[in-house]
């Protein structure tokens, strides 16, 4: 079950927080209330929203929902845990036979780990095994690139929907010279539109869209560590071993944390085993 990631509610809870607090302490006409524009909201989410649907086939608009959940989760696997179970995974294929696995697997939630160590079991070549889990990583690089492209043309959009806003409050200005009255509120539509467009790309679709980013590449790496695991597995690696070459993808600090240096580590009674 994946985490919730705190950090994206948190930061654009905060930014909003800065905004409201620089509208308040300006000590403007109208404060905060002057910020809210109705027609303002419609132009740029209603241009949003009918941007997106003329980009996108229904589809990929159905996913949109599911995309944006995602950049509040955390990534499922920690690095230390996997090494922890490959290492298990293996001392029991050398003690029992790579057999015996389908029953660790009954613990193992997630389907590309089953379904790698289960390709093992089966006998297939580690070249087999290792293209077969390398296509399910492309094509799920490939998905998650088409979910983002629904929040990187929003971060387009929204902007451009608020420019559109600022021409309409500037012709309506301008249409209306005569009358002293009008002024205010079309400069309101004009300038306001711009503020909410800018404010969406930038404090909501474009740091969503490099959490997503981010959140792939982190899935990406994790998976070529599974891989590996799993063709050490097959192999019989001894489980030391297994251990030391899975804790060469652990960051400086993580294998600090978890006493995993790879550094003098290896011991004489290692290598006899292996």
Same mark, same amino acid.
């Given at each position: 079950?994946?985490?919730?990631?705190?950090? /994206?509610? @948190?930061?654009?809870?905060?930014?909003? @927080?800065?905004?409201?607090?620089?509208?308040?302490?300006?000590?403007?006409?109208?404060?905060? !209330?002057?910020?809210?524009?109705?027609?303002?909201?419609?132009?740029?989410?209603?241009?949003?929203?009918?941007?997106?649907?003329?980009?996108?086939?229904?589809?990929?608009?159905? /996913? &949109?929902?599911?995309?944006?959940?995602? !950049?509040?989760? $955390?990534?499922?696997? %920690? =690095?230390?845990?996997?090494?922890?179970?490959?290492?298990?995974?293996?001392?029991?294929?050398?003690?029992?036979?790579?057999?015996?696995?389908?029953?660790? =697997?009954?613990?193992?939630?997630?389907?590309?780990? $089953?379904?790698?160590?289960? #390709? !093992?079991?089966?006998?297939?070549?580690? *070249?087999?095994?290792?293209?077969? +889990?390398?296509?399910?990583?492309?094509?799920?690089?490939? $998905?998650?690139?088409?979910? $983002?492209?629904?929040? *990187?043309?929003?971060?387009?959009?929204?902007?451009?929907?608020? +420019?559109?806003? &600022?021409?309409?409050?500037? @012709?309506?200005?301008? %249409?209306?010279?005569?009358?002293?009255?009008?002024?205010?509120?079309?400069?309101?539509?004009?300038? #306001?539109?711009?503020?909410?467009?800018?404010?969406?790309?930038?404090?909501?679709? +474009?740091?969503?869209?490099?959490?997503?980013?981010?959140? /792939?590449?982190?899935?990406?790496?994790?998976?070529?560590?599974?891989? *590996?695991?799993?063709?050490?597995?097959?192999?019989? %690696?001894?489980?030391?071993?297994?251990?030391?070459? #899975?804790?060469?993808?652990?960051?400086?600090?993580?294998?600090?944390?978890?006493?995993?240096?790879?550094?003098?580590?290896? /011991?004489? *009674?290692?290598?006899?085993? !292996?």
């Amino acid at each position: 079950m994946s985490k919730k990631d705190i950090l /994206t509610p @948190i930061g654009i809870t905060i930014g909003f @927080i800065m905004i409201m607090f620089g509208i308040v302490s300006s000590g403007g006409v109208g404060g905060f !209330a002057g910020f809210i524009q109705g027609s303002s909201v419609l132009i740029v989410i209603g241009g949003l929203v009918a941007a997106l649907l003329v980009n996108f086939n229904i589809d990929q608009i159905k /996913t &949109t929902k599911h995309v944006i959940q995602e !950049a509040f989760k $955390r990534n499922q696997h %920690q =690095l230390s845990d996997l090494i922890e179970l490959f290492e298990r995974l293996s001392e029991r294929a050398r003690r029992e036979g790579l057999l015996a696995l389908e029953n660790e =697997l009954e613990e193992v939630e997630d389907p590309y780990i $089953r379904k790698g160590v289960l #390709l !093992a079991i089966d006998g297939i070549e580690p *070249e087999v095994i290792t293209d077969i +889990m390398n296509a399910e990583v492309d094509a799920m690089e490939d $998905r998650h690139y088409r979910g $983002r492209l629904i929040i *990187e043309k929003a971060s387009e959009y929204a902007p451009a929907w608020g +420019m559109v806003g &600022t021409l309409i409050g500037l @012709i309506l200005m301008l %249409q209306n010279l005569e009358d002293p009255t009008t002024l205010g509120p079309s400069m309101a539509v004009a300038l #306001l539109t711009t503020f909410y467009g800018s404010v969406l790309a930038n404090l909501v679709f +474009m740091p969503m869209a490099g959490k997503l980013e981010t959140k /792939t590449s982190e899935e990406i790496f994790m998976k070529q560590v599974i891989i *590996e695991g799993v063709i050490g597995v097959q192999s019989g %690696q001894n489980p030391r071993i297994l251990k030391e070459k #899975l804790s060469a993808f652990l960051s400086e600090k993580e294998k600090n944390k978890k006493g995993a240096e790879v550094e003098g580590d290896f /011991t004489e *009674e290692s290598f006899n085993e !292996a």
